[in-house]
């Protein structure tokens, strides 16, 4: 059974910095996508950034020019660096990972991310 387990939430304060990083417990065979979604108090969960097996990345319009999302298909692991962080940054942040190998959809634990105003 693959485990994403994620690392790096945290405290901050407006426009500070966080990094997260996701690694899966075992490497995970013809994955098409990687990303990160994340979810606030009574919202839906929304997609933050994705990343290609080439290296091109995707962003919300929320977080285009503050975020940066990276990866290693091969190795099975994904960061998004977080840099001027807003209040409304706030949630718990959750990575993913696609897989053409029985079309399986893994999910990391969630990890806290707090910016204070």
């Known amino acids: 059974q693959v485990q994403l387990v994620e690392s790096g939430g945290g405290l901050v304060q407006t426009g500070g910095s966080l990094k997260l990083s996701c690694t899966a417990s075992?490497?995970?065979?013809?994955?098409?996508?990687m990303g990160w979604h994340r979810q606030a108090p009574g919202k839906e969960r929304e997609l933050v950034a994705t990343?290609?097996?080439?290296?091109?990345?995707n962003y919300a319009d929320s977080v285009k020019g503050r975020f940066t999302i990276s990866g290693n298909y091969a190795e099975s692991w994904v960061n998004l660096q977080m840099d001027s962080l807003k209040p409304e940054d706030t949630a718990v942040y959750y990575c993913?990972?696609?897989?053409?190998?029985?079309?399986?959809?893994?999910w990391g634990q969630g990890t806290q991310v707090t910016v204070s105003s």
């Open positions: 993913y990972v696609y897989s053409f190998y029985r079309g399986e959809t893994y």
């Open positions: 075992e490497r995970i065979r013809s994955i098409h996508v």
């Open positions: 990343i290609t097996g080439s290296g091109g990345a």
